[in-house]
C-alpha cells in the first residue's frame, strides 16, 4: 500500500487572503442572507452530532478549553505566518 | 522568546476574584457551551468602570493593555496581549449590524454563570444576547456561529 499523499500547507499570502476574506464585514443585508439561509437537515444533524461528540468527548466546559487550547496550538503550527514568507 | 506564564484555570479565577463585571463572549464561550471551534482570542465584555481592576487582574499573566483605560472607554475597546490574546469590549451601548440596540447593563442583568474550572464560574451571555454580541461585526463567522446557535436554541424545552 503506498503512503498517503503528504498534506503541503498553504503559502503564507494564501492565509492572509482567507483570513481578509472570513474577517470582512458584511452589510445587513448580506448578513442577513448568510444567516437565513435555508437549514438542510443533514446540517442540522451534523451541528448537533458535532456539539453532543465534542461534550462526551470532553464533559466538562474546563476540558472542552483545554481541548480547544491544544487543537489551535497543534494546528497554528502548521500555518505559515505572512511575516515568515517575507523573511525566507 | 519566552512563552508567558499562562493558565487558563488560573486566569479566569483572576477575573472571578477581582469582581469585575466581565462577559465571556465570542467563540471561547461557544467551545464552553459545546461547539468545537478554534480560537486565538479571548473576548470579554466588560463595564468600563471596571477596565482598571481587570487589567489587575490578568497583570500578573504579563497581559499589557493596548490603550489607557480612559482611551479605551472613548473608543469602546481595546486589547491585552503578549502571546495570548484577550480583546476586551467596553462600550456601555453597542449597536447590532442593523442598528438594534445592546446595552451592558442589559445583558449582564440576563447573564448565565458557567464553571469554566473547579469552583470558578463566568458569566456568559443568554443564548439570545449571544445571538445579538454576533451581529455587532457581522463577519461570515460570525453568521455560522448564529446558524450553530440558533440551531442549539431550537433543541431547549419551551
Redesign the interface.
Known amino acids: 500500500m503506498s503512503a498517503p499523499p503528504r498534506w503541503n500547507p498553504p503559502s503564507p499570502e494564501v492565509v492572509e487572503r482567507i483570513r481578509r476574506?472570513?474577517?470582512?464585514?458584511?452589510?445587513?443585508e448580506e448578513?442577513?442572507a448568510?444567516?437565513h439561509a435555508p437549514?438542510s437537515e443533514a446540517e442540522?444533524r451534523e451541528?448537533?452530532e458535532?456539539?453532543a461528540?465534542?461534550?462526551k468527548r470532553y464533559p466538562?466546559?474546563?476540558a472542552?478549553?483545554?481541548a480547544?487550547?491544544r487543537?489551535?496550538k497543534q494546528?497554528?503550527q502548521g500555518i505559515p505566518r505572512a511575516h515568515q514568507s517575507r523573511k525566507e | 522568546m519566552e512563552p508567558s506564564r499562562f493558565e487558563e484555570g488560573e486566569f479566569f479565577a483572576a477575573i472571578t476574584t477581582s469582581a469585575t463585571r466581565a462577559i465571556l463572549i465570542g467563540r471561547r464561550a461557544l467551545i464552553a457551551l459545546g461547539f468545537p471551534l478554534l480560537t486565538r482570542d479571548y473576548d470579554f465584555w466588560i463595564h468600563g468602570d471596571d477596565i482598571a481592576a481587570f487589567n489587575k487582574a490578568v497583570a500578573i499573566f504579563e497581559l499589557f493593555p493596548s490603550r489607557s483605560p480612559d482611551e479605551a472607554r472613548s473608543a469602546g475597546r481595546y486589547f491585552l496581549e503578549n502571546d495570548e490574546k484577550v480583546d476586551v469590549l467596553v462600550a456601555r451601548v453597542v449597536f447590532t449590524v442593523d442598528r438594534v440596540r445592546v446595552a451592558f447593563d442589559d445583558v449582564w442583568a440576563r447573564r448565565r454563570m458557567i464553571e469554566v474550572s473547579r469552583g470558578i464560574e463566568v458569566a456568559i451571555p443568554s443564548l439570545d444576547d449571544f445571538i445579538l454580541t454576533k451581529r455587532f461585526v457581522a463577519r461570515p463567522k460570525d453568521a455560522e456561529d448564529i446558524r450553530m446557535l440558533e440551531t442549539l436554541r431550537s433543541q431547549e424545552p419551551k
Do not use: N, Q
Open positions: 476574506f472570513t474577517e470582512r464585514r458584511l452589510s445587513a448578513f442577513d448568510y444567516v437549514m442540522r451541528i448537533l458535532s456539539v461528540w465534542f461534550k466538562t466546559p474546563e472542552r478549553l483545554a480547544a487550547r487543537a489551535y494546528w497554528a
